[in-house]
Nanobody
Framework: EVQLQASGGGLVQSGGSLRLSCVASGFTFDEIAIGWFRQAPGKEREGVSCIRSSSDGRTYYSESTKGRFTMWSDNANDAVFLQMNSLKPEDTAVYYC???????????????????WGPGTLVTVSS
């Protein structure tokens, strides 16, 4: 059974840091596209960071997070992480881990393309 479990959300002040974790099961981990997505109240879900081709090291970052957020994988433990630095109030959202074996080797970070999702973890950044 395909499962994704995200954790690490919480409350942090503006300018602070937080690290999210996602553990995947039911996949051949090195043959999937996997990423982080977020959804703020009243807004569409958006891609934050995605790994679509591990062999080429291609990692996508949204324009608003590039330079502040870093995503990496721990293949030995079937896990990915998102280090979030210099957090802003506009980063407040529910963060989701998404994956799809069909998207391996592709590009971009469009949440509409991903078919497997885990429960979200709430990140709240106070001003």
């Amino acid at each position: 059974e395909v499962q994704l479990q995200a954790s690490g959300g919480g409350l942090v002040q503006s300018g602070g840091s937080l690290r999210l974790s996602c553990v995947a099961s039911g996949f051949t981990f090195d043959e999937i596209a996997i990423g982080w997505f977020r959804q703020a109240p009243g807004k569409e879900r958006e891609g934050v960071s995605c790994i679509r081709s591990s062999s080429d090291g291609r990692t996508y970052y949204s324009e608003s997070t590039k330079g502040r957020f870093t995503m990496w994988s721990d293949n030995a433990n079937d896990a990915v992480f998102l280090q979030m630095n210099s957090l802003k109030p506009e980063d407040t959202a529910v963060y989701y881990c998404g994956a799809d074996s069909r998207l391996f080797g592709g590009s971009g970070c469009n949440p509409l393309e991903f078919g497997s999702w885990g429960p979200g973890t709430l990140v709240t950044v106070s001003s």
